[in-house]
């Protein structure tokens, strides 16, 4: 078995069990004038990490291990947005709203897009999902088990919303889960770091945090164990 050097220990990959899962790489979440930017928040934390998640997904696809695309997005007739939902952040630019980049985290438009840097390759999944959580109302689990994985390594944003979310998510349903640690990025330094605490604490409660590098050294063949 090929171990990934990790937090709080080290990860034991399964080659055959292991995917990569990138969360919600998304124009609205990451450039001017779309969701994220119309919360008031710097999006330009975002655009910083798309060269490590982008060594990442290039990692998994020269390993031959499946890469998963989520998007967070509603249907255009917002049947699946519940007010809750809809009702929060700037009553100004709302989801549904239109926006400089069509309406926001609406299926389909521009800046539900992911950036063109991290767009899924022919083959890779791509999940569009309603909910922080990407197994809530999406058909994750079911890819999952179809394709025997049972690891997930997580990248993309935000670190303590859909990140986390989903991870939790993951571990209930008895997914081991790692964070790749450069390769997420919250709109709060402050909060990146405490997601990652808390994940990692109690013995990896939640799950495990690592370096690109560390991942990246351990899907590679020679170190990579079997199931
Ligand atoms: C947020 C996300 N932050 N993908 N979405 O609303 O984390």
Redesign the pocket.
């Known amino acids: 078995m090929g171990d990934i050097k990790a937090e709080p220990f080290a990860f034991p990959a399964i080659s055959e069990a292991l995917a990569l899962i990138v969360?919600?790489m998304?124009r609205d979440?990451a450039e001017p004038g779309g969701?994220?930017a119309s919360l008031g928040n710097d999006v330009s934390r975002i655009m910083k990490i798309v060269p490590d998640v982008k060594r990442l997904i290039e990692g998994f696809r020269a390993a031959g291990l499946p890469v998963i695309h989520t998007m967070?997005c509603h249907r255009p007739d917002l049947s699946d947005l519940p007010p809750a939902k809809r009702d929060r952040g700037n009553p100004s630019l709302r989801i549904g709203d239109e926006g400089p980049m069509g309406r926001i985290l609406i299926s389909g438009e521009r800046g539900t897009e992911i950036l063109s840097e991290l767009a899924p390759i022919d083959g890779e999944v791509v999940i569009e999902k309603p909910g922080?959580g990407a197994f809530y109302a999406t058909e994750l689990g079911d890819v999952l088990k179809a394709k025997g994985i049972r690891q997930l390594v997580f990248a993309?944003?935000?670190t303590e919303?859909?990140?986390q979310t989903t991870m939790r998510e993951a571990n209930d349903r008895g997914y081991e889960c790692l964070l790749a640690e450069e390769a997420t990025e919250s709109?709060f330094p402050e909060f990146k770091e405490a997601a990652m605490a808390m994940i990692r604490a109690q013995g990896a409660i939640v799950g495990w945090t690592a370096h690109v590098d560390d991942i990246l050294e351990g899907i590679s063949p020679k170190r990579i164990g079997h199931a």
Request: glycine share 14%.
């Open positions: 969360i919600d998304q979440f969701f994220g967070e922080k993309g944003v935000t919303v859909c990140v709109y």
